[in-house]
């Protein structure tokens, strides 16, 4: 187990309070302290502007990720899009993508960190998806299919860019997004309804001894090797959480509350961590991936905003264990490694998607009183990281690629540490947001 490194700023700065007015030794120790929290302070500032220019720079001053341009070209890709699936390789995958709604969900968590400054940001985003609108003869509006046509072929990672849509539709009371954001949500839970490809999600691909997850993917109709991952829920869950609290879906709300609670008893670790994946508690894929974890504890703060009442001191306690486990192997940088409890090695490296989702988890848990302020200097610590270790000219760095739950070690291959990809990209600028409102 590695140690914790040393916790930033406001403990710092704390102490100098504590020590004002006295002399000696004691004066001699507020003054090193002070220069030490201006120095963090001055760090986290130097941060913030490394982390704009980045995020500028990749989105609305990018001449290439012009989302107008990019979704109606089939051709065209968004430059942290590294899987570049084009349409007629697969029947899933095009500009309607997880690894995209990630990015623009976080462009969205900008903006709402600032709306006075953010307003480009909420223009991109909503560029980005009146491109991937159609309308029917009738007046209906629908997800393109040359463009998002997948959405009905895959699995969970189909409806991750759902939470966007809903989001978005909520905030600017946009009634052609709540359309299909209804159309979305009858197709995760409507007993009753067949979808384009003749079958009915909730029946086929939920299940009671899973505590009615959906599997990871149903592509092919054949259920994975394990059929809940933790990235799964947080494809799903903030999706339909924010659809069912909007339309006063009390039931759907137990439900996802029920399905959190179900993975905490069949994938949760005896060191506080998380498995990658699990059909039950005796049959689990063993892996602390850093990112899976991340993929779970975002979907665990974005949920907890609308649930009722009654499910938050579960959820509580849940995300405290939760946050607590993951410390327990941050590394002295700051960061946390691909697999979070091996040592960091050039294969096994510090890692960008998993550090920024347990910065975003934690800053979120406290800015909304679910973690004890305390918390808070580990993520803030964890982000200047980021920015200074991994952030450069070149972009942002060692964002693994993939990992299969499969039970072999996939987690070491170094041509998968990207830069720049999606699913690092979008979680960092995330992180990002949740720092802006730290302020």
Not at 22 to 41: F, N, Y
Not at 232 to 253: K, V
């Amino acid at each position: 187990m590695r140690r914790k490194g040393r916790v930033l700023g406001a403990a710092l700065a704390l102490a100098a309070v504590l020590l004002s007015g006295c002399g000696g030794e004691q004066a001699d120790a507020q003054s090193q302290e002070s220069e030490e929290s201006a120095m963090t302070q001055d760090r986290i500032q130097a941060a913030m502007q490394k982390s704009k220019e980045y995020i500028d720079a990749l989105t609305i001053h990018s001449q290439a990720n012009v989302p107008g341009e990019v979704v109606a070209n089939q051709r065209k890709f968004f430059t942290w899009d590294n899987e570049k699936r084009a349409p007629g390789e697969k029947p899933y995958l095009y500009d309607w993508s997880y690894y995209n709604g990630v990015v623009m969900e976080g462009l969205l968590d900008v903006y709402e960190a600032d709306p006075e400054a953010g307003g480009a940001y909420l223009d991109y985003v909503g560029e980005y998806l009146d491109a991937m609108i159609a309308e029917d003869g009738t007046g209906h509006k629908f997800l393109e299919p040359s463009r998002a046509g997948y959405v009905d072929h895959h699995g969970a990672d189909c409806y991750k860019t759902a939470a966007l849509l809903v989001r978005a539709g909520i905030l600017q009371n946009n009634p052609d997004y709540m359309q299909i954001c209804s159309d979305l949500y009858r197709d995760l839970t409507d007993p009753e309804y067949v979808n384009s490809t003749g079958h009915v999600v909730p029946r086929e691909y939920t299940e009671e001894a899973l505590g009615y997850n959906y599997w990871h993917s149903w592509a092919g109709d054949k259920a994975p090797q394990y059929k809940v991952w933790l990235d799964g829920i947080y494809m799903l869950q903030p999706f339909l959480a924010h659809y069912a609290e909007n339309t006063g879906d009390t039931q759907q709300l137990a439900l996802v509350n029920g399905r959190l609670s179900w993975v905490r008893e069949n994938l949760l670790a005896p060191d506080g961590m998380y498995w990658h994946a699990a059909n039950s508690r005796e049959d689990q894929c063993k892996f602390h991936w850093t990112r899976a974890m991340g993929w779970y504890g975002m979907a665990m703060v974005d949920v907890m905003e609308t649930l009722p009442q009654e499910y938050m001191e579960e959820r509580r306690e849940a995300l405290k264990v939760f946050v607590d486990g993951m410390l327990k192997y941050q590394d002295e940088s700051g960061l946390w490694a691909n697999v979070a409890d091996w040592e960091p090695t050039e294969t096994n490296r510090l890692e960008v998607s998993g550090t920024s989702m347990i910065v975003y988890t934690i800053l979120k848990g406290v800015r909304n009183g679910w973690l004890d302020e305390s918390y808070r200097d580990a993520a803030v610590k964890a982000f200047v990281a980021m920015t200074e270790l991994k952030l450069d000219d070149g972009g942002l760095h060692d964002i693994y690629f993939e990992a299969s739950a499969n039970n072999t070690d996939n987690y070491q291959d170094t041509q998968f540490y990207l830069t720049d990809e999606g699913k690092g990209s979008g979680p960092f600028i995330m992180a990002y947001s949740e720092m802006l409102r730290l302020r």
